[in-house]
């Protein structure tokens, strides 16, 4: 992997051997107007609880 003085990985730029795993979803296109996305999971060591709002606007 690489990353960028700072990023929350590593904290440095550079080269470094890491690890990832994630999940991934597509949904169908959403219609205009507000929308939230929530995101929970739990693994191991660790767990994750986030909400999304997103606005989509037509053209």
């Known amino acids: 992997m690489t990353g ?8 440095e730029a550079g080269r470094f051997r ?3 795993c994630g ?4 949904v169908d296109p959403l219609p205009p107007g507000k929308h939230t996305v929530e995101v ?9 609880d986030v909400d ?3 606005t989509v606007v037509g053209l």
Do not use: M
Request: glycine share 14%; aromatic share 12%; net charge neutral.
């Open 40 to 48: 929970r999971g739990r693994g191991p060591s660790f767990e994750v």
């Open 18 to 20: 890491g690890h990832a």
């Open 52 to 54: 999304y709002v997103l």
């Open 4 to 11: 960028v003085d700072e990023n929350p990985v590593s904290g």
């Open 23 to 26: 999940r991934w979803a597509v």
